[in-house]
């Protein structure tokens, strides 16, 4: 994708995705590395992204779908929030495996056979 190219929507959600996995992970590094500020930091980033996901639902087209990606969002969001008092990597590893299945699923997704919009 060359510079200052515009995504599409289902493009956007994948860079969304993507970034969602780069900071649980740096996350979890930084957790084991006893580095509380680095894991704020990717924690912060990681919550960000989530919310962004999260607005961008449309729960009306997108039916049982959307609220059940919604619900998900919402357990993410609440499970991140409690990172601080979490001394594993559990709590973290929980949201990446769930970022996983989004993104894995997310992928299985081919926009060219979508309905063209009227």
């Not at 996995?21 to 924690?43: D, F, H």
């Not at 919550?47 to 607005?55: E, F, S």
């Amino acid at each position: 994708m060359s510079e200052g190219q515009d995504l599409t929507p289902y493009e956007a959600v994948q860079v969304l995705l993507d970034g969602a996995l780069e900071y649980t992970s740096a996350a979890i590094v930084a957790q084991k590395e006893n580095n509380p500020a680095g894991r704020g930091e990717a924690v912060d980033t990681t919550l960000t992204i989530i919310g962004l996901l999260q607005d961008s639902l449309d729960r009306e087209t997108g039916g049982e779908l959307a609220e059940n990606l919604n619900a998900l969002y919402d357990y993410m969001t609440r499970r991140l929030a409690h990172v601080a008092l979490d001394k594993t990597s559990g709590t973290l590893e929980e949201v990446q495996a769930l970022v996983v299945q989004i993104r894995d699923a997310w992928a299985e997704i081919d926009p060219a056979k979508e309905p063209a919009a009227l």
